[in-house]
């Protein structure tokens, strides 16, 4: 305990994150444990709690390092771009970025932001108006849709991963159209659906699903965007469509 101790000034709250995040990548988030943890880092597990008050304020950091460089990017990224193009390369950064990490989504689906994100937040809320000139509410919301929209897709691709991992037998290829386990029934029109659009946790469905929100959100911007900004909404909507 006494080695412990002497090394916990060398021990920082990054450090302990930075490594969570190499080891949610090797174990995922049921194999992050604080002992696991604390003997990565060389430490007796009561050292972290120096840092995190449980293992939930440990893993709400993990998601905010995770998430911050992109939610930066966000709210920078508007010059130049409608608000559908803006919108689609947030939607697709924030699944690559999920897909980065093993159980990326499950993690920040398991988490609350901190207080530094919510500035970040903010930041991206107010680029959404810019883009849109809707108000701020509607703006969280259109986010908050867009954003449940790719964890809940990511969700799913992350489930599939694991249980093509835990089945024995040949894989298919990636990337290759994914079969139905038939059970002797016929299925000629689902046969059908996936003979032309893949796996339904393929890309093809992911930018399916994208475009039909990025749909309602401009209809809905069209219905409801105060007189005083339906200008700029209206150049906004035209720019993105041409």
């Known amino acids: 305990m006494t080695a412990a101790l002497n090394r916990l000034p060398l021990l920082d709250r990054e450090q302990v994150v930075r490594v969570a995040l190499r080891l949610l990548d090797e174990a995922g988030l049921d194999g992050l444990t604080l002992r696991r943890l604390a003997a990565e880092l060389d430490v007796k597990a009561p050292a972290l709690y120096w840092h995190f008050t449980n293992k939930q304020d440990l893993l709400d950091h993990m998601a905010h390092?995770?998430?911050?460089?992109?939610m930066r990017a966000v709210a920078v990224t508007t010059a130049g771009q409608g608000w559908e193009d803006w919108l689609a390369e947030v939607a697709r950064t924030y699944r690559a970025l999920l897909l980065s990490h093993r159980d990326g989504a499950r993690l920040a689906a398991s988490t609350r932001p901190l207080p530094g994100s919510l500035p970040l937040?903010?930041?991206?809320i107010a680029a959404f108006q810019q883009a849109t000139g809707c108000g701020p509410g509607q703006a969280l919301q259109c986010l908050?849709?867009?954003?449940?929209?790719?964890?809940?897709?990511?969700l799913d691709e992350e489930a599939e991963r694991h249980r093509v991992q835990e089945q024995p037998g040949p894989r298919t290829r990636q990337g290759s159209k994914r079969t139905v386990p038939r059970g002797g029934q016929?299925?000629?029109?689902?046969?059908?659906?996936?003979?032309?659009t893949g796996s339904p946790n393929g890309e093809?469905?992911?930018e399916y699903g994208l475009h039909l929100i990025l749909d309602g959100i401009g209809g809905t911007l069209r219905r409801h965007t105060t007189p005083r900004n339906d200008a700029q909404a209206t150049s906004g909507i035209h720019k993105a469509a041409v």
């Open 65 to 70: 390092v995770m998430t911050e460089p992109w």
């Open 121 to 124: 937040l903010d930041g991206c």
């Open 144 to 154: 908050t849709t867009l954003i449940a929209f790719v964890r809940g897709f990511v």
């Open 186 to 196: 016929p299925v000629p029109h689902l046969d059908a659906a996936m003979h032309e």
């Open 204 to 206: 093809g469905t992911f």
